[in-house]
């Protein structure tokens, strides 16, 4: 075994390690640095070379010679997205955590005032079910009373406008807390000199006290409340640079979209036919499975296949198949078939054409109406925004 072949199994290895103990919570609780993962990787590989010695041929025997080995370049590529599948697929165990879990219940979420907001909506609509009028109630409260949208920033000084200067590295107390992006905004007046700094958090726990950001920030934090006042979640990932939320409902017996940035609730063609927005990739994640579900989002397919160029079709189901089956691996049968059912039962509305709604035209609430226009989500008219 050559260096350069002990060094890419060294850095599977150091990816694996750090992965197994994150899971069962082993090791210091620091987070580990990257000379920590670069230490590591460098031990591996000295151990691999020097266990892989070729052995000296025995007397009178001749040696076996090199090993014919297919060239590189004819291994096929992986998926382009299969990095991102795999990374968001992980993320889906924090959201399990009974500690973040607890603290949302007994530090931000006013459960009780929910339950009854909830009892009021069934009045009103009848033929939901008590997990989608809760729903309904989380979302509008999320969005109105909890957390608060980034843009624009204003500046902490004399609270004029700010303009950002682009990103800097995250400070010994940011980068504790998880925030490895972090954007410079300073004050468009030159006689004040504010400045503000807008760390990217991804931890739920910082997001609980900050209670800012943009569609990450929202969708994250968002996908925990959801599973922490009891109903299934999951994590929606759009490729064209957004996030959104579903959950489960028992009586649609169906996913239903969720978007906290913008207090709506099964309004899965918001984004196609209200914004305006050209999609390809959108994924599904929960703690039972990915799915694809592209289709529930996309009006015109034959259009959005033609955007969809980071691999086979075939690759990504494949993908999204072996993630499934190993996260429902310890399950029983009998759940096992529950949710294969489901599945069934959402591709099958997936692949109902969505009638046209109020939602046409009407363009993104969050963000300003520069950077909306900027992203392509402004909408194709100028209809008001809906009441929160």
Known sequence: ?????????????????????????????????????????????????????????????????????????????????????????????????????????????????????????????????FEDALAEALVKWFKKDFFKWADPIICPRCEGKTTMRGMVEPTAEER??????????????????????????????????????????????????????????????????????EHYSPTLKRWVHMDSCEASRDEPMIYDRGWGKKMSYILAFSITGAQDVSRGYIQDWDEALKRRKQGSETELKKILDEITQSRRRNLTPEDVKTLQDEDNAHESWILKSKEPSEIDGEGRISGTQEWKESRGEAGGTSANPKPL
């Open 176 to 245: 504790e807390k998880g925030g490895g992006r972090v954007e410079l905004h300073k004050c468009d007046n030159e006689g004040c000199g504010g400045v503000f700094r807008f760390a990217r958090y991804n931890d739920p726990k910082v997001l609980m006290k900050t209670r800012i950001g943009r569609c990450g920030e929202f969708a994250n934090l968002f996908c925990l409340f959801i599973r922490a006042i009891g109903l299934r979640a999951r994590y929606v990932w759009n490729a064209e640079d957004h996030v959104w939320n």
């Open 1 to 129: 075994m050559d260096p350069h072949q002990a060094n890419s199994i060294a850095i599977r290895l150091t990816a694996g390690w750090i992965s197994y103990c994150t899971r069962r919570g082993l090791g210091t609780p620091r987070r580990i640095s990257p000379s920590d993962a670069a230490s590591f990787s460098m031990l591996a590989a000295l151990f691999m070379i020097s266990i892989s010695q070729p052995p000296q041929p025995t007397a009178g025997l001749p040696s076996a010679g090199p090993i014919n080995r297919r060239p590189q370049q004819q291994i096929p590529s992986k998926h382009g997205l299969h990095d991102t599948i795999h990374r968001l697929d992980a993320d889906m165990d924090t959201y399990e955590r009974s500690d973040l879990q607890d603290l949302a219940l007994q530090d931000c979420i006013p459960l009780e005032q929910l339950h009854s907001q909830a009892e009021e909506i069934l009045k009103s609509s009848p033929s939901l079910g």
